[in-house]
């Protein structure tokens, strides 16, 4: 009954994020922003939704033990980029492989793309450093919390400052399919576009809550601690958003969507969500917690320095999919 439950929230999941990558290309294309607003803004944070909720529901109104309730909040903040960056990427280029060859290329907007993980490479080390920051006094994790919190306002105003330079060379969104709800008998106006996106995060808000109260118990299954599977199996499934869009949009040659729907919300879980964890959890650096930050930082640093004007190469991008199958023996080796 337990794994049964899970599945269908994961299904659920998979739907809403069908329905959301749907609406937000007519959505972008509507209101003539670029790919890289579309993707690294719109997409990221809307998709980030069942990660983000995840741990704030844990941490807030979680289970009735305060310890589990931080671990669950913990692992699924920094589990969040650790599966984006290693897993999530290789299982994107895993999808166009064939298509594309392993002398091919996945082929995102070079400066949004370097903006996204130069913004990310700097919280998520002050994140990680956050952590040998002791409780008392309380303003010094205040203050961390507080940059970071700055932080994701600077890569908004500068993101989106950079996108109407974009939409002039060629970057703007351009919608394959119709609008789902126009099969419906709908128009495809605004108020439908939005519709249908409110629709689908309500979906994702919906399996990302519905799966929260199976962790426990499934942990309990497996004989395993909390905070490994919340490190885990929690950004596993809510990440499959990020996951199905990104493979959606590079199957589809749009490759700037794609990944910018990943480094999008690897921004945005590095800067808003440490923020929260630093303020209502103990942060402490424990084997398990550093294993998964050292290897999201190797795996963002690999993607930084393999972006060239030819895009990055599918070999270097396979590689981070096995930095995740590195994380998982440094856990249970």
């Given at each position: 009954?337990l794994?049964c439950?899970?599945?269908i929230?994961?299904?659920?999941?998979l739907?809403?994020?069908?329905?959301?990558?749907?609406?937000?290309?007519?959505?972008?294309?509507?209101?003539?922003?670029?790919?890289?607003?579309?993707?690294?803004?719109?997409?990221?944070v809307?998709?980030?939704l069942?990660?983000t909720i995840?741990?704030?529901?844990?941490?807030?109104?979680?289970?009735?033990?305060?310890?589990?309730?931080?671990?669950?909040?913990?692992?699924?903040?920094?589990?969040?980029?650790?599966?984006?960056?290693?897993?999530?990427t290789?299982?994107?280029?895993?999808?166009?492989?064939?298509?594309r060859g392993m002398?091919?290329?996945?082929?995102?907007?070079r400066?949004?793309?370097?903006?996204?993980?130069n913004?990310?490479l700097?919280?998520f080390?002050l994140?990680?450093?956050?952590?040998y920051?002791?409780?008392?006094?309380?303003?010094?994790r205040?203050?961390?919390?507080?940059?970071?919190?700055?932080?994701?306002?600077?890569y908004?105003?500068?993101?989106?400052?950079?996108?109407?330079?974009l939409?002039?060379?060629?970057?703007?969104?351009?919608?394959d399919?119709?609008?789902?709800?126009?099969r419906?008998g709908?128009?495809?106006?605004r108020?439908?576009?939005?519709?249908?996106?409110i629709?689908?995060i309500?979906?994702?808000?919906?399996?990302a809550?519905?799966?929260?109260?199976?962790?426990?118990?499934?942990?309990?299954?497996l004989?395993?601690?909390?905070?490994?599977?919340?490190?885990?199996i929690?950004p596993?499934?809510?990440?499959?958003?990020?996951?199905?869009?990104?493979?959606?949009?590079?199957?589809?040659?749009?490759?700037?969507?794609?990944?910018?729907?990943?480094?999008?919300a690897?921004?945005?879980?590095?800067?808003?969500?440490?923020?929260?964890?630093?303020?209502?959890?103990?942060w402490?650096?424990?084997k398990d917690?550093i294993?998964?930050v050292?290897?999201?930082?190797?795996?963002?640093?690999?993607?930084r320095?393999?972006?060239?004007?030819?895009g990055?190469?599918?070999?270097?991008?396979?590689?981070?999919?096995?930095?995740?199958?590195?994380y998982l023996?440094?856990?249970?080796?």
């Open positions: 009954m794994w439950h899970l599945i929230m994961l299904i659920v999941i739907v809403a994020a069908q329905l959301f990558s749907n609406a937000l290309e007519h959505f972008g294309h509507k209101i003539g922003i670029s790919a890289g607003v579309t993707g690294s803004i719109f997409a990221a809307a998709t980030a069942p990660e995840v741990p704030v529901l844990a941490i807030v109104a979680g289970t009735s033990s305060k310890i589990i309730n931080e671990e669950i909040g913990v692992g699924a903040i920094l589990g969040a980029p650790l599966m984006l960056s290693t897993l999530s290789g299982v994107m280029t895993l999808s166009v492989l064939r298509a002398k091919g290329f996945i082929k995102p907007e400066t949004g793309f370097t903006r996204d993980m913004f990310f700097c919280a080390f994140a990680g450093c956050a952590m920051v002791p409780l008392q006094p309380a303003y010094l205040a203050v961390i919390s507080s940059i970071l919190i700055f932080t994701y306002l600077l908004l105003f500068c993101t989106v400052r950079a996108s109407r330079k939409v002039a060379e060629g970057f703007g969104v351009q919608p399919e119709p609008l789902f709800f126009t419906m709908f128009k495809n106006s108020v439908i576009i939005l519709a249908q996106l629709f689908g309500i979906l994702l808000l919906g399996g809550e519905g799966f929260i109260h199976g962790v426990e118990d499934a942990a309990k299954v004989n395993v601690s909390v905070l490994i599977l919340s490190l885990l929690i596993l499934a809510t990440e499959l958003p990020e996951k199905v869009n990104s493979i959606l949009w590079v199957r589809k040659n749009k490759d700037t969507l794609g990944f910018g729907n990943i480094t999008g690897m921004v945005f879980q590095g800067t808003l969500l440490p923020a929260l964890g630093i303020m209502l959890t103990p402490e650096p424990t917690v294993n998964g050292v290897i999201t930082f190797i795996a963002a640093i690999w993607l320095i393999n972006i060239t004007e030819r990055l190469r599918i070999p270097a991008l396979l590689l981070n999919g096995v930095f995740y199958a590195l023996v440094m856990t249970f080796g």
